[in-house]
């Protein structure tokens, strides 16, 4: 049987592609009736500000169940999601959202906004905060610690 982990593990491989196409390194996994969408940021190589990980597999999950619904859905991210990706798990009715690491500056969960918690939206996924969220955090980390180092002349092109 598969775990939290295991999903978060396949998410962070998301993420790692992420990173070597040169996107913000967030990977997501959806879990919705026996199967699995993964994806990663594309809004760099997409020209698309919402081709976030969480958009990108919810889409999927959507387009290939054929409904805009996704109850039941369990999504696994690893960076905490933003208000437009909250919209969405609320919208497509996830069941449930498991995420990695908290993103103190766009986070809509816990950090920032609480909206998957508001009492006056219609639907509130069941949530469970940090699953390998060191491991989430350090590709984050290493991502933007790499960026800087080129950005400043540190690293060679």
């Known amino acids: ?45 997409t020209h698309d500000p919402s081709a976030h990980a969480e958009m990108r597999a919810i889409r999927a999950a959507c387009a290939a169940l054929g409904n805009y619904r996704l109850n039941g859905a369990t999504l696994y991210v690893t960076l905490e999601p933003c208000c437009m990706c909250a919209g969405a798990i609320i919208h497509a009715r996830i069941g449930h959202l498991v995420y990695g690491a908290r993103d103190p500056k766009t986070g809509a969960v816990a950090s920032l906004y609480q909206l998957l918690s508001d009492r006056r939206l219609n639907h509130r996924p069941t949530i469970t905060e940090g699953v390998l969220a060191d491991s989430c955090g350090a590709v984050l980390k290493a991502f933007f610690r790499q960026r800087r180092r080129t950005t400043n002349g540190d690293a060679q092109a």
């Not at 978060?8 to 993420?15: F, G």
């Not at 990977?27 to 993964?38: E, I, N, P, Q």
């Open 1 to 45: 049987m598969n775990t939290h982990e295991d999903y978060m593990r396949l998410a962070l491989r998301q993420a790692e592609l992420a990173a070597r196409q040169g996107e913000v390194p967030v990977g997501a996994v959806l879990v919705v009736s026996g199967r699995l969408f993964a994806a990663h940021n594309t809004p760099i190589a």
